[in-house]
């Protein structure tokens, strides 16, 4: 079992949900998450500019069964690319035991 | 006949009242737009403060004080004509004011005017007066300075006598509010994060902008009752000869300011834009009734070009002004009094001199005032919050309150 997280642009957000249940990863859990990065977005306000370093993204976290894990960084890959400074990054992680709170079964079982 | 001309005056006049009033709100909006989030409620409280409290003050003694009832040829400068408002005899009927309106309705219309001066400062002094420190501020300066400038000119005092023209305000109530929003902040200090240590001007962005332009559509709509009424009647002609030029100051003011801060700065600036509306409405104010629309558009373009660039000096004098308030009310109130010796039916350069002595006399007038009142306020209640509640937003150091609890934004 694998838990891949990645963070990803908002904007992209839909069509990486959509590639995923393409490719049957059906849950998953994300949040709104705020960074710093390269990406700068220069600002104007009443006359004085600034740039904000603070970067909105979105984080994803999602847990599969090795047979899942290339279909997912894959599907991840191909949608949330724009191919500009700032798409994101997919970090691969080990899991040492997944459970199902509510029948108690565990392992690849609790997954599906 | 007479019945029916004082009763379509009057009810002008009362509509006029209304619209007055609703200013109030658009201030409200703009200033809170133009701020941070943590200091709404605080921003709200003043308005509502400002508004109760100067209407209440202008009934004990504000109203008989700006309007004591100088004799003819006295040069008033300063007279009471009594605590508290009863109607006079006669006062209800057409002997009153040539038909224009009851006693009444001049009591009300002027006592909206009134509060306005505070409700200036307030948008300058947000995010880190304290509030007690406000409100001895406004309880003094709407319950007397005002009155007693107001009494020069629209009371039939000094200014009255020499000539001064100031059809509705733009030096008795922007730049009397300016001179108080300028000293005010003056004294206060910049809000934290506004200067780097070298000094440089760092961004603080309002935190709801839609909101600021609501209260600006709100404040064009409230003007029309502003200079609308102050014909003091129902005048066909002036009426509405008034309003285009009001409208066609407004138009000119923004689209000036909004191109002007483009080729400036390279962006199109809303706030800029909604500033620049704001500078044409006061610019036009000392003269709505005395203009041709050609002039009110060059009144127009002028003050929404002095708001860009007042903005910049404001910001160069290491003054902290969040909302503009300086800008649009003292500097173009300044520029719209002057214009009445420039421009329109009056022009000339003796009404031009008439008009310098005004805002000069009106300007001394209010900075030593005001300044006076400052020092009694930071001497007893205080005049800054102290730094740990600046930094928490006024709402929870000063109310205890949120301004937007349960309330999140979903970004793009």
Not at chain 1, 37 to 61: A, C, D, F, P, W
Not at chain 2, 221 to 241: C, H, I, K, R, Y
Request: glycine letters at 14%.
């Amino acid at each position: 079992m694998k838990k891949i997280e990645a963070i990803i642009r908002k904007s992209k957000f839909d069509d990486v949900k959509k590639a995923l249940h393409s490719v049957e990863v059906n849950f998953f859990s994300y949040w709104d998450v705020t960074g710093v990065g390269n990406e700068k977005e220069g600002h104007v306000y009443r006359g004085i500019s600034y740039s904000t370093s603070e970067i909105q993204r979105r984080y994803l976290s999602i847990v599969v069964s090795e047979p899942f894990v290339e279909k997912t960084i894959n599907a991840i890959l191909a949608t949330a690319a724009t191919d500009k400074v700032g798409d994101g990054k997919i970090f691969i992680l080990p899991v040492e035991e997944a459970y199902r709170i509510r029948t108690g079964e565990k392992g690849n079982e609790s997954l599906n | 006949m007479e019945t029916t001309i004082l009763t379509v005056n009057n009810v002008w006049m009362m509509v006029c009242t209304t619209l007055v009033f609703f200013m109030h709100l658009g201030f409200s909006f703009l200033e809170i737009g133009l701020t941070r989030q943590k200091n709404t409620i605080n921003i709200l409280f003043k308005n509502f403060f400002v508004i109760t409290v100067g209407l209440l003050l202008y009934c004990i003694g504000g109203f008989n004080l700006m309007y004591p009832g100088f004799e003819d040829g006295d040069m008033g400068i300063l007279k009471f004509a009594g605590f508290g408002i009863t109607a006079p005899e006669g006062g209800m009927g057409f002997g009153y004011a040539d038909g224009g309106y009851t006693w009444w309705t001049d009591f009300l219309f002027q006592g909206m005017f009134a509060a306005t001066a505070a409700t200036i400062v307030s948008g300058a002094v947000a995010e880190r007066i304290k509030l007690s420190g406000f409100m001895l501020f406004a309880v003094l300066y709407v319950g007397l300075i005002y009155p007693i400038v107001g009494a020069w000119k629209w009371g039939g005092g000094f200014l009255d006598a020499w000539g001064f023209y100031d059809f509705a305000g733009s030096t008795l109530v922007h730049s009397v509010g300016g001179w108080g929003a300028l000293i005010t902040i003056y004294l206060l200090g910049a809000r934290i994060g506004k200067f780097d240590k070298d000094g440089k001007p760092k961004a603080l962005p309002g935190h709801n902008l839609p909101i600021a332009s609501a209260g600006v559509f709100i404040l064009w709509l409230g003007w029309f009752g502003f200079n609308g009424g102050s014909v003091l009647s129902a005048d066909p002609e002036l009426t509405s000869l008034t309003l285009v030029t009001t409208s066609l100051a407004a138009a000119a003011g923004g689209v000036a300011a909004a191109f002007f801060s483009n080729i400036l700065y390279k962006n199109f600036d809303l706030t800029m834009f909604m500033n620049g509306v704001l500078g044409g409405l006061v610019g036009i104010t000392a003269g709505a009734d005395q203009m041709s629309p050609t002039d009110a558009i060059l009144i127009g373009l002028i003050a929404g070009i002095i708001v860009v660039l007042g903005i910049a000096l404001i910001d160069k004098l290491k003054l902290d002004d969040p909302v503009g308030a300086v800008a649009v009310h003292l500097i173009c109130g300044i520029w719209g009094t002057l214009a009445v010796g420039i421009f329109g039916a009056m022009a000339g350069f003796d009404q031009f001199l008439v008009q310098l002595i005004g805002v000069g006399i009106v300007g001394a007038f209010c900075v030593v005032t005001s300044f006076i009142i400052l020092m009694i306020v930071k001497s007893t209640t205080g005049l800054r919050v102290d730094k740990d509640e600046e930094i928490r937003g006024l709402d929870l150091s000063e109310h205890g309150m949120d301004a937007y609890a349960d309330f999140r934004i979903n970004e793009g």
